[in-house]
């Protein structure tokens, strides 16, 4: 079975500051991992996805995320938060094989504070 | 293009109503899911959908009926309403594949007294 787990429920940044929203899953085979985004009030969107290659991937929003395999971790950081930028983060993972479903993370809440 | 919408966007029943969610994609999709979103609990699926005519449970299907007789439609019913349903609801599609990309809807919040 496949489980997500992000740490961190609640990640308060003031405006201008890094972040990182840590995830970590668990599988026995291996997987696609995903980020996404809800904003207040909206359905999720997708920020960025890795799939194979390089282990930093780059997504929308100046976002992006290292994939760890020895780890079975999926961070996601940006350098500089702004203001637009508070909202809900989803880690999520879909199996490779057998892929019909995805399997999200509990969420992180990120409030960026002016 | 409107995506996937949702109808409706509030509701409130009374414990033992019935009601049926309706989730639309104009995508040409083959997937769909229903998910519910709780605090604290992520979003958790319901039922989902590989193709027209197709329905399978997910992880949490108790309550819950699914039909998705038209390729672009996805029905979520509730037979009686429990105050447990209390949640917000969100559809999703998909063209169908391991690394494809789930485009959601708005929701529907859904309270049951």
């Known amino acids: 079975a496949q489980s997500v787990t992000q740490l961190d429920s609640q990640v308060p940044v003031f405006e201008e500051a890094p972040v990182e929203l840590r995830c970590n899953y668990s599988s026995s085979v291996s997987v696609y991992l995903f980020w996404y985004v809800q904003y207040p009030n909206q359905g999720l969107q997708l920020l960025l996805k890795y799939l194979s290659g390089s282990t930093l991937v780059k997504g929308i929003n100046g976002f992006e995320a290292e994939f760890n395999k020895s780890q079975t971790s999926f961070h996601l950081r940006k350098p500089s938060v702004h203001i637009s930028d508070t909202a809900e983060y989803f880690c999520?993972?879909?199996?490779?094989?057998?892929?019909?479903?995805?399997?999200f993370g509990p969420g992180t809440s990120l409030s960026v504070i002016p | 293009n409107a995506g996937v919408t949702q109808t409706p966007k509030f509701r409130v029943l009374k414990t033992g109503q019935s009601m049926t969610l309706l989730c639309a994609q104009d995508?040409?999709?083959?997937?769909m899911y229903w998910y519910r979103q709780d605090p604290g609990m992520g979003l958790r699926l319901i039922h989902y959908?590989?193709?027209?005519?197709?329905?399978a449970k997910g992880e949490v299907p108790d309550g819950y009926n699914v039909s998705r007789l038209k390729k672009q439609n996805f029905l979520l019913g509730l037979e009686s309403a429990a105050p447990s349903q209390t949640s917000v609801y969100f559809c999703a599609s998909e063209a169908g594949g391991p690394v494809d990309t789930q485009y959601f809807g708005p929701g529907t919040r859904l309270t049951v007294l």
């Open positions: 995508m040409n999709h083959e997937y």
């Open positions: 999520a993972v879909r199996m490779k094989t057998s892929y019909d479903k995805v399997i």
């Open positions: 959908s590989v193709g027209e005519g197709t329905t």
